[in-house]
């Protein structure tokens, strides 16, 4: 687990979907990880998936329709147990291959895409879930170090 989330008081680390979901947000908390140690061969899946554009949704059928190794299955067999947690729940889940995010040239003096540091925030309360299964994970910045 990273040193981050040892040392940043704003961040809970859950051991369960369930406490994931059913987690509230306390004092200066405002994010919390379900941090777990996956097994398969996700790298598989992405490998073998047709990126059409630089963010390709992939559906159900696209990961069923992959023919993979024992890893790759294990990996699949995840990835079809998140998404029917977060559907269970009443969420609805999407499940995007990247190749890269559009830059945000409108704006010479602040980008606004994803690659610049940014906040998300509601005003009313709402569940955002993020998911990284092969890759690089986002990055969460402490509140003491925003400016």
């Not at 140690?37 to 073998?48: A, S």
């Not at 963010?55 to 998404?83: K, M, N, P, W, Y």
Request: hydrophobic fraction near 40%; glycine fraction near 4%; charged fraction near 25%.
């Amino acid at each position: 687990m990273s040193s981050l989330f040892l040392e940043n008081n704003q961040i809970e680390v859950v051991n369960t979907f369930d406490e994931l979901i059913n987690t509230c947000f306390q004092g200066t908390i405002n994010a919390l990880v379900w941090s777990r140690n996956l097994v398969g061969d996700f790298k598989e899946i992405v490998d073998k998936l047709q990126l059409k554009e630089d963010i390709t949704e992939v559906f159900i059928e696209d990961l069923l329709a992959l023919q993979l190794s024992e890893e790759g299955q294990l990996a699949r067999e995840i990835i079809l147990a998140d998404l029917q947690l977060l559907t269970k729940f009443g969420a609805l889940p999407s499940l995007n291959l990247l190749k890269s995010y559009e830059r945000d040239e409108e704006f010479d003096f602040i980008s606004t895409d994803v690659y610049s540091y940014h906040v998300d925030r509601s005003p009313v309360a709402t569940d955002t879930f993020l998911c990284t299964y092969y890759g690089a994970a986002s990055d969460i910045l402490p509140n003491n170090q925003a400016i």
